[in-house]
């Protein structure tokens, strides 16, 4: 009768082979493209990697997919293996330097999905010496991070129905520089755009440039309403305007004009300095 052999599970496979190489989980993480979340998972037995990341450990630690996944293949030959505790402190030191050298990246996806996306996806850190990749981008419903894409999404790079950033891109956005359906910031460009310098088919601003209406300081449009102003029908404030004298200009010339949209354009025509 056949002898009975000794079975080994992936994830235990994984940390053997993993320490032989004297790799933390971050180090391994890097390696292959991923979180050490992830690594974490597959080390603890919760997940499984796909076939590419499994045909990339294959080639990383010299063994085959085979040994990999069948749990009753023989680990092949290494290097006598420090013991549990030893190795555990040497990870940890090797974790803690290269968050020092490297940074760190928080993540974190909520159970909760719709269509598949999670409800909630936050990344949030830095990454020092290292390129932006997919695992450091928030991607939910509401995704929060250095760049996050989402219905709503708020991030130093954001993408989304609404968004909110340094750089936002979304109908609604608002950021340092913004582009959108509706866009608010330093430098704005939408249909709508509100900022220091804004672009749009409506825009209002310190330098605002509309082609149909740009209300600012210095203001260039179909119509216009500035201290410097440009355009077909124009409205310079000179001493002063008052808010009627400003929404019967436009009323006037743009009488379709939508009715929140005339108040916003009507107060700051009102208020320029």
């Not at 939408?190 to 440039?209: C, E, H, K, P, T």
């Not at 500035?226 to 808010?243: I, K, P």
């Amino acid at each position: 009768m056949e002898s009975e052999r000794e079975t080994m599970e992936f994830s235990q496979k994984l940390v053997q082979l993993r320490r032989r190489e004297g790799l933390s989980q971050e180090q391994l993480a890097d390696r292959l493209g991923v979180t050490r979340q992830s690594v974490s998972k597959w080390e603890g037995g919760a997940a499984m990697p796909d076939v590419g990341k499994l045909i990339s450990l294959s080639e990383l630690f010299g063994v085959s997919v085979d040994y990999l996944v069948k749990d009753y293949l023989e680990e092949p030959a290494r290097e006598p293996e420090m013991d549990e505790t030893q190795a555990r402190r040497l990870e940890e030191k090797v974790d803690d330097l290269t968050r020092y050298v490297r940074g760190t990246v928080y993540a974190y996806d909520s159970k909760a999905r719709i269509l598949g996306i999670p409800l909630v996806s936050v990344r949030i850190g830095f990454s020092r010496h290292q390129r932006l990749s997919r695992e450091h981008v928030a991607r939910g419903i509401i995704a929060i991070g250095n760049a996050a894409v989402g219905v709503v999404a708020i991030g130093l790079i954001s993408v989304g129905l609404i968004s909110l950033g340094f750089l936002a891109v979304g109908m609604l956005a608002l950021g340092a520089v913004a582009f959108g359906a509706a866009a608010c910031g330093v430098a704005a460009m939408g249909i709508f755009a509100l900022g220091v310098s804004a672009v749009g088919v409506y825009a209002g601003g310190v330098a605002a440039m509309g082609s149909e209406v740009a209300v600012g300081v210095a203001a260039t449009g179909k119509i216009a309403v500035g201290q410097e102003a440009s355009g077909t029908h124009v409205l310079l404030w000179g001493s002063g305007l008052t808010a009627g004298e400003v929404e019967a200009f436009l009323r006037t010339h743009c009488p379709d004009l939508w009715g929140p949209l005339l108040r916003i354009l009507t107060v700051l025509g009102a208020h320029i300095h």
